[in-house]
């Protein structure tokens, strides 16, 4: 059997390529990232305990820069001014969430996120906003729990939504009450700083997946406020990140910086189709037609594919593209298929429109 698809659904390709050059751009940071919190002080005190409203943007941007604010001396040994933290990820993509408006409320019922109403607000209707709470909230208790934040475990509140509460923790106690598994897998990568880089990202990623399996258990009814094309978009997104972790994307700011590059800069809408949205760069349209792919091949075959690969040799010279492990030959492979494609100067040269059988 064979699928017909364009050349451009490779998407992995894609993004290597993207990774494999230099960026020029110095706004790799998060919106806003200068006026976000940087230490707990910042934050509101209440019977000693410091009181975050983690549904106001800037204060959920803010746990993450002092997150990062405090792991950045484990780090230094890879590279300097912490560019090579390797929880850059988190807030570089909660980022582009609120650049995009994605945390807005997608009901319309409220302003909450808008631009013409309170654009700092997060939205607990929002898909996106409440997946990343499990990528904000539980990396942040978890550190402090670990103890390299500095503070007491008992010293951390985090406001609850207008609704919804009790699907979502709020102080460490509670998180590790409701999830212990996933705390104690971002408590284990907290004290595991003395590894390498390599170890370092086997422990994010395990911590990163286990947050992303409970959040996807609770939140899937948000996505009928959504277009079809935006639902699609984030049913394909969630997917692709699990192809992310077994190769150990490393998520440091550069790398993930330009690797979102490649994704929507708006909500998608009715009329939304890849290759051919008029305002998307031609990057943009070949990540969003790739991602409808793996989604579809997903459907196809009704389990995700764990024998899918990118392989990789012959290098571009001095140049060793995602974290010095891949080069310039890819052959992208689902189960029995597979779409073999050469980049050479940073061009596709590619001769199958076809996935072949093997």
Same mark, same amino acid.
């Given at each position: 059997?064979?699928?017909?698809?364009?050349?451009?659904?490779?998407?992995?390709?894609?993004? !290597?390529?993207?990774?494999?050059?230099?960026?020029?751009?110095? =706004?790799?940071?998060?919106?806003?990232?200068?006026?976000? %919190?940087?230490? !707990?002080? =910042?934050?509101?005190? &209440?019977?000693?305990?410091?009181?975050?409203?983690?549904?106001?943007?800037?204060?959920?941007?803010?746990?993450?820069?002092?997150? +990062?604010?405090?792991?950045?001396?484990?780090?230094?040994?890879?590279?300097? &001014?912490?560019?090579?933290?390797?929880?850059?990820?988190?807030?570089?993509?909660?980022?582009?969430?609120?650049?995009?408006?994605?945390?807005? =409320?997608?009901?319309?019922?409220?302003?909450?996120?808008?631009?013409?109403? =309170?654009?700092?607000?997060?939205?607990?209707?929002?898909?996106?906003?409440?997946?990343?709470?499990? +990528?904000?909230?539980? %990396? !942040?208790?978890?550190?402090?729990?670990?103890?390299?934040?500095?503070?007491?475990?008992?010293?951390?509140?985090?406001?609850?939504?207008?609704? @919804?509460?009790?699907? #979502?923790?709020?102080?460490?106690?509670?998180?590790?009450?409701?999830?212990?598994?996933?705390?104690?897998?971002?408590?284990? #990568?907290?004290?595991?700083?003395?590894?390498?880089? &390599? @170890?370092?990202?086997?422990?994010?990623?395990?911590?990163?997946?286990?947050? +992303?399996?409970?959040?996807?258990?609770?939140?899937?009814?948000?996505?009928?406020?959504?277009?079809?094309?935006?639902?699609? #978009?984030?049913?394909?997104?969630?997917?692709?990140?699990?192809?992310?972790?077994?190769?150990?994307?490393?998520?440091?700011?550069?790398?993930?910086?330009?690797?979102?590059?490649?994704?929507?800069?708006?909500?998608?809408?009715?009329? @939304?189709?890849? %290759?051919?949205?008029?305002?998307?760069?031609?990057?943009?349209?070949?990540?969003?037609?790739?991602?409808?792919?793996?989604?579809?091949?997903?459907?196809?075959?009704?389990?995700?594919?764990?024998?899918?690969?990118?392989?990789?040799?012959?290098?571009?010279?001095?140049?060793?593209?995602?974290?010095?492990?891949?080069?310039?030959?890819?052959?992208?492979?689902?189960?029995?298929?597979?779409?073999? #494609?050469?980049?050479?100067?940073?061009?596709?040269?590619?001769?199958?429109?076809?996935?072949?059988?093997?």
């Amino acid at each position: 059997m064979t699928f017909h698809l364009p050349w451009a659904c490779v998407i992995i390709g894609c993004i !290597f390529v993207s990774l494999g050059r230099a960026s020029n751009t110095p =706004d790799v940071y998060p919106p806003l990232w200068k006026e976000s %919190p940087g230490q !707990f002080s =910042d934050y509101k005190v &209440e019977d000693g305990k410091y009181i975050i409203n983690i549904w106001h943007y800037l204060e959920r941007l803010g746990t993450y820069k002092i997150l +990062l604010n405090k792991t950045a001396k484990y780090f230094e040994k890879f590279a300097p &001014e912490n560019e090579q933290n390797i929880l850059w990820g988190l807030p570089v993509h909660h980022g582009w969430q609120y650049r995009t408006g994605r945390l807005a =409320d997608p009901t319309q019922r409220t302003n909450c996120g808008h631009e013409s109403g =309170d654009y700092l607000c997060i939205s607990v209707d929002s898909w996106w906003a409440d997946v990343n709470y499990y +990528l904000s909230a539980m %990396p !942040f208790l978890a550190a402090v729990d670990s103890g390299i934040m500095g503070i007491s475990s008992d010293n951390i509140t985090f406001l609850p939504p207008s609704k @919804d509460q009790t699907n #979502f923790c709020y102080n460490v106690s509670s998180c590790y009450s409701s999830f212990p598994e996933t705390m104690k897998k971002w408590n284990k #990568f907290y004290q595991s700083y003395s590894s390498s880089f &390599e @170890d370092l990202l086997k422990y994010l990623w395990a911590a990163h997946m286990s947050s +992303l399996k409970v959040a996807h258990k609770k939140f899937g009814n948000r996505l009928k406020f959504y277009s079809k094309q935006e639902a699609d #978009f984030e049913r394909s997104w969630a997917l692709f990140v699990d192809y992310l972790a077994p190769p150990l994307f490393p998520t440091t700011l550069i790398r993930t910086a330009e690797f979102q590059k490649g994704l929507p800069t708006r909500m998608l809408v009715d009329g @939304d189709k890849a %290759p051919l949205v008029s305002d998307f760069t031609s990057f943009q349209n070949t990540v969003l037609l790739g991602l409808n792919f793996l989604h579809k091949v997903h459907k196809y075959t009704g389990k995700r594919q764990r024998n899918f690969y990118v392989f990789v040799n012959s290098a571009l010279e001095n140049k060793k593209l995602y974290n010095g492990k891949f080069g310039n030959y890819y052959v992208i492979q689902f189960s029995r298929y597979s779409l073999p #494609f050469l980049i050479e100067g940073g061009n596709f040269i590619y001769n199958f429109y076809s996935l072949k059988q093997n």
